[in-house]
């Protein structure tokens, strides 16, 4: 019993913080004390604490995260959204679901620009929801579509999650992971296009009129700047010419000038800009700095080597064995937020899945769309929320279209899981 005390206060004492409501960065650092003081003095357990969270964030590939949060905010509120709906709506605007297929290609465009879900829900929550109500599409379906769609920007680079993956898988190649995300994201869209037209159909929502293409040719044009962002970006990594912290900085002033020129972006609305994009900073490096303190305090009670020969004296067939991290995964999501999720486990199933030669930029992918679906359940799912909140609709009526867009990512997961090559093709052709 006294063996395994130490995972039951960390298990036990996360559980009851956060079922009285105690902000998820705050019950990971507090967990991760009272594990310490099962095992050792107070003192040191308070100083190992402080000290793990500080260490936790003195990593240079965290610098990006800052930069990539305030490139999103630039972008959000520099008119590029509006670009890519209206080159999206002159694609797919004629098919069945035409706006919600709008919504799909828009956030995966605005994902692989901004590398924010939430800031994707926002934008196309805001502007694409009331278009859909005025052309009879439910409330919900919309909400619903929105918020599956939004996810897509987490696995499409750059990605702020990918970067932390790098840092807690020890090392896996930055520009090997944004490349091994391209694939993988655009299949969950596709997937996901696919039932919100089945749906759309089904419920009969009006269908658009075909555009020219020479209006094609136009709202491409308009979008093109935007777009090149990603050459720019994704290019010079992958090149080697500039790393991906230099690359988030490249992608702050791309947005900054871009911004300025659509005259969508003035100097007195850059303080609320700044301000707005350091509070979602502050988050996400509090979440960083207790999720490592939790990894280390796992790792001092040698919990993920129990663990990893539990799940390997298990099976040593690897299909079973992804099969139960997936389903773990799929669980975990549903009670915590990506960032410390990624921090937490990666140390715990990535030993187990090397052993089974699976590749780390593979795991990477599967962890990050694995734990997307997670984004979009309560009680924590924070796109779900903000997806919700801009609809102005409650999550018990969103529900009902959001599970054939569940089972839609759960098949992409699948199919990412098991086919190494969907994920790996593009780093390959690299030599990534």
Known sequence: MMEHLPILVLVLSFICLLSIGTPVAWSIAISSLLTMLVTIPAMPAFTTVSQRMATGLDSFALLAIPFFVLSGELMNKGGIAHRL???????????????????????MLMGAIAGSAMASASAM?????????????????????????????????????????????????????????????????????????????????????????????????????????????????????????????IAVLYSLILGFIYKEITLPKLPQILLDSSATTAIVMLLIGSSMCMSWAL??????????????SLSENKIVILLIINLLLLFVGIFMDMTPAVLIFTPIFLPVVTKLGLDPVHFGIIMVLNLCIGLCTPPVGSVLFVGVGVAKTTIEKVFKPLLPLFIAMIIALFLVTYIPQLSLWLPSLFDL
């Open 85 to 107: 709906i209206a080159f999206a709506k002159t694609l797919v605007g004629a098919f069945p679901g035409g706006l919600a297929l709008i919504n799909v290609i828009a956030a």
């Open 299 to 312: 790792s001092y009670e040698n919990i993920p080597q129990d663990i990893s020969s539990g799940l390997l």
């Open 125 to 249: 929550g805001s502007i694409l929801g009331p278009e859909m109500e005025k052309e009879g599409y439910s409330k919900e379906f919309g909400a619903a579509v929105n918020i599956t769609s939004a996810t897509t920007g987490l696995i499409i680079p750059p990605s702020n999650v990918l970067i932390v993956y790098s840092l807690a898988s020890g090392g896996a190649s930055i520009a090997a992971l944004f490349l091994a995300g391209y694939v993988p994201g655009i299949m969950t869209g596709l997937f996901l296009m696919i039932v919100a037209a089945f749906w759309a159909k089904k419920k009969k929502y009006k269908v658009g009129k075909r555009s020219s293409f020479k209006q094609v040719g136009k709202t491409f044009i308009d979008a093109l700047p935007s777009l090149f962002m990603l050459v720019v970006v994704i290019g010079g990594i992958v090149t080697g010419i500039f790393t991906a912290t230099e690359a988030s900085a």
